[in-house]
Nanobody, 122 residues
């Protein structure tokens, strides 16, 4: 059983940066592709991006492309979401998920974290 825990959320000014971490415990996320999602109040969950289990392939939603980067350190059993040039519209709860059962964007993952809040003020 894989348990995922996100951390690194908080408040930032527009134009600022944050780094979110997604750490796996109980088992390993090393062998799984991992996706990041976010959900703002009153809105549907939105795909942010994903990374292959080897770390050599990434994908990003158009809304974050060029500003967000996903990386992973399998030695730490962790995946990271580096968020730069933050905007107020990036305010949301951010979730990581592992072991996709469909395309990364589809949101059908076996394991989900509890989420971490990111608030960007302008």
């Amino acid at each position: 059983q894989v348990r995922l825990e996100e951390s690194g959320g908080g408040s930032a000014q527009a134009g600022g940066s944050l780094r979110l971490s997604c750490v796996g415990s109980g088992s390993y996320v090393v062998g799984y592709d991992v996706g990041w999602f976010r959900q703002a109040p009153g809105k549907e969950r939105e795909y942010v991006g994903g990374i292959t289990w080897t770390g050599d392939g990434t994908d990003y939603a158009d809304s974050v492309k060029g500003r967000f980067t996903i990386s992973r350190d399998n030695g730490q059993n962790a995946v990271f979401l580096h968020m730069n040039n933050l905007r107020s519209e990036d305010t949301a709860v951010y979730y990581c998920a592992a072991d996709p059962r469909d395309t990364w964007k589809a949101g059908n993952y076996k394991y989900w974290g509890q989420g971490t809040q990111v608030t960007v003020s302008s």
